[in-house]
């Protein structure tokens, strides 16, 4: 195996200012929260808005297209972990995830979504997962994967995962071809369109709201409050979806009363055009016109290549405004490993802040790197480099970072740990952490 060269940056400081603040009796009351700006603002976007009572005609012309058409196939989507909520949530947070030619980004993306919110947040929403690809190797590794490093949101009925078999989708041959479109071109989004459409008729009953992501994600910190703040100054107001981001399907707030019509729209018109051309349309049924986009976007595409061909397109929203935390300040700590290091190469380099680094002859399943603060720190973000400067190599191919708590009587090892995230191209970014404080804390890469 290749040389290993690596950096770990801790970056860590003495004190944490939280954003968003939370009423423990009513967390989600948060009329209050608006300025009498702000509100007229929401007043003003509103007016914008106009209705055209002549749509009706579409919307009956659509419901009647519903009752004469051929009886849809049953859907029988399954549970594969976890166990829907036991009390209506305010937010069920959908995925629908395939395979990607350059990798997956679906764990990426649930860890985002569980560290951008706090514990008080997770009370009021779950995450919906469809696991939509008909690979059954894929498959089996993705339940294995997210029931191991997500054991205690699914523990607390917060991560439901389902998937639904391939008898149930409607047939991908024979598809209508738009603009001479080969037939591969026109499979993928009408698949898609299925995909979704059976992650939100198993959504339907569980929450007030649905908010549909895609599955190569991150999240702004505080997401969910932002959004429960801006349905309550909505709340008398009509809208079909709210927008908190510009980019395709990501960030798009449903009512979920209104699920079982979008989902029959995308089944009836799932070879016509992609879901989110779809969405379009379905707006016009409802009379919601413009579109309501909300800033700054609450969600940033981090997957630089096309779901469908493996292609590089560098999808951004720019309205996503990252958090500006300043330098590396590593504070002072004792660094283990049990990797076979070679004579020349030195330890501390792995966590130093200047240019040199540390390499190891090779990695193996259950090898580690700890790092242990000489004392206690509130660690906000923790970042790690593997590799040269040479783009793809010499990465650890495979990993994953994890932040250890209340040390007891231990010299290099701590009594509790959580996940940080996994390594992504080498390297991993986290500074969604909340409020960790560390006593002797032990973040260690594997």
């Not at 059954?136 to 009925?157: C, D, E, G, V």
Request: charged residues 20%.
């Amino acid at each position: 195996m290749s040389n290993l060269l690596w950096r770990l940056i801790l970056i860590a400081t003495a004190g944490v200012f939280p954003i968003f603040f939370f009423i423990k009796e009513n967390p989600f009351d948060t009329a209050s929260f608006l300025s009498l700006e702000e509100k007229e603002v929401v007043a003003w976007q509103r007016a914008r808005m106009q209705i055209n009572p002549g749509r009706t005609k579409h919307l009956e012309t659509f419901e009647l297209m519903q009752k004469n058409s051929e009886p849809l196939k049953k859907v029988n989507s399954r549970i594969v972990i976890g166990f829907p909520p036991v009390e209506k949530k305010l937010l069920t947070i959908g995925i629908a995830s395939v395979q990607h030619p350059q990798g997956s980004y679906l764990l990426a993306t649930l860890q985002s979504l569980f560290f951008a919110s706090s514990s008080s947040e997770r009370k009021h929403f779950i995450v919906l997962v469809h696991l939509a690809d008909p690979d059954p190797k894929w498959l089996s590794q993705m339940i294995s994967n997210i029931s191991t490093l997500f054991k205690p949101y699914i523990q607390a009925r917060q991560l439901v995962v389902i998937n639904t078999p391939l008898k149930s989708y409607l047939s991908l041959k024979d598809l209508k071809k738009n603009f001479n479109d080969i037939p591969a071109y026109v499979a993928f989004p009408s698949k898609q369109n299925m995909d979704y459409a059976f992650l939100m008729n198993f959504a339907t009953n569980h929450s007030d709201y649905f908010l549909m992501i895609e599955d190569d994600v991150k999240c702004a910190p505080g997401f969910v409050t932002q959004i429960a703040t801006t349905v309550s100054a909505w709340e008398n107001k009509h809208w079909v979806t709210l927008e908190f981001s510009q980019l395709g399907f990501i960030g798009k707030l449903f009512h979920a009363r209104d699920l079982p019509r979008f989902v029959h729209f995308l089944l009836l018109f799932h070879q016509e055009m992609p879901g989110d051309c779809l969405l379009s349309h379905f707006h016009d049924l409802l009379m919601q016109e413009p579109r309501i986009h909300f800033f700054p976007s609450l969600f940033q595409h981090i997957d630089n290549y096309s779901s469908f061909e493996g292609k590089f397109n560098s999808l951004e929203d720019k309205e996503f405004k990252e958090n500006d935390i300043g330098s590396p300040s590593n504070p002072a700590a004792s660094i283990y490993t049990n990797l076979n290091v070679p004579h020349d190469s030195v330890l501390i380099n792995a966590y130093s802040l200047d240019r040199n680094f540390f390499y190891a002859k090779s990695a193996e399943a259950g090898s580690h790197l700890t790092v242990v603060l000489d004392i206690p720190a509130e660690v906000f973000r923790v970042q790690v480099l593997t590799g040269s400067d040479l783009k793809g190599k010499n990465w650890l191919k495979e990993g994953h970072v994890e932040l250890g708590f209340d040390c007891t009587n231990r010299i290099n090892d701590c009594d509790d740990y959580i996940l940080l995230g996994l390594l992504v191209n080498g390297s991993l970014n986290k500074q969604s952490l909340g409020r960790y404080e560390l006593i002797q804390g032990v973040p260690r890469v594997f």
